[in-house]
């Protein structure tokens, strides 16, 4: 038998799923006019590599008790298990550097959005082989595990 979630439960849940689906909404990306998806991708993996060497990982190791009810009441709760979590403390500061890299490299974080079935019906689009400057007209699909862009302006 289920059992109903708490409230806290119930928002975190909603919560997540309303972070997934903004997710799907838009293709979030570094870009900069005039260049290819794949250079960008390449910029990207250089200014992640230079951060992971500018700033390493420092992980820390927490490691705390998870307690369950007392065996009788009156009587203190009883340890379960031991809980160990690993944090990269300089995780932000890696990705702070990884922005900074890409910002010097020209690149700006970008949200393009992907294009709806209703914007694409019934029409053949050919990937753009260059980024544009963007504007209404260029959105993003998903095919064969990439993704690409289209300017809806531009059909076949």
Not at 94 to 101: E, I, L, M, Q, S
Request: hydrophobic share 40%; aromatic share 6%.
């Amino acid at each position: 038998m289920l059992m109903p979630m708490p409230i806290s439960a119930k928002l975190i849940t909603l919560l997540s799923a309303c972070a997934l689906l903004g997710a799907c909404v838009n293709m979030n990306t570094y870009y900069k006019t005039g260049t290819t998806l794949e250079a960008i991708s390449k910029a990207e993996l250089t200014c992640a590599r230079q951060a992971d060497i500018e700033v390493p990982p420092r992980i820390i190791v927490q490691t705390y008790p998870v307690y369950g009810p007392p065996p009788k009441p009156g009587l203190p709760p009883v340890v379960l298990y031991w809980k160990t979590d690993y944090v990269d403390m300089n995780e932000a500061r890696r990705a702070r550097a990884k922005a900074h890299c890409m910002a010097e490299a020209g690149y700006d974080r970008v949200s393009i959005p992907y294009c709806t079935d209703k914007q694409i019906a019934g029409q053949s689009f050919r990937p753009l082989t260059k980024t544009p400057a963007l504007d209404d007209s260029i959105c993003a699909v998903r095919r064969d595990g990439k993704r690409l862009l289209i300017d809806l302006d531009k059909p076949l």
